[in-house]
Nanobody, 121 residues
């Protein structure tokens, strides 16, 4: 059974940092696309940062960094220099894929429960 369990959200001040974790089971990172998504209040679900399979490594895009630990079957989203616009429910997700797929929610089929990130001014 493919499972994803998120943790690490919370309330932080602007300028702070968080590391979100996604503990997984039931699949190989080499056979699945993995990624992070978020949904802010009143906004549509959007992709944040994704890793294309079968290859995966730490990726950097702006203030966000995605990384994975194959030993622990866990992947992470490091968020630095948080701003209030980062406030959202953050989700980790996976999808079986032979190659890279778009970092769009509709492309992913397995999801964590979401973790709330709230950034205060």
């Amino acid at each position: 059974e493919v499972q994803l369990v998120e943790s690490g959200g919370g309330l932080v001040q602007a300028g702070g940092s968080l590391r979100l974790s996604c503990a997984t089971s039931g699949f190989s990172f080499g056979d699945y696309a993995i990624g992070w998504f978020r949904q802010a209040p009143g906004k549509e679900h959007e992709g944040v940062l994704c890793i294309a399979t079968p290859y995966y490594t730490e990726s950097v895009k702006g203030r966000f960094t995605i990384s994975s630990d194959n030993v622990r079957n866990t992947f992470y989203l490091q968020i630095n220099n948080l701003i209030p616009d980062d406030t959202a429910v953050y989700y980790c997700a996976a999808h079986p894929s032979w190659a890279g797929i778009p970092c769009q929610p509709n492309e992913y089929s397995f999801w964590g429960q979401g973790t709330q990130v709230t950034v205060s001014s």
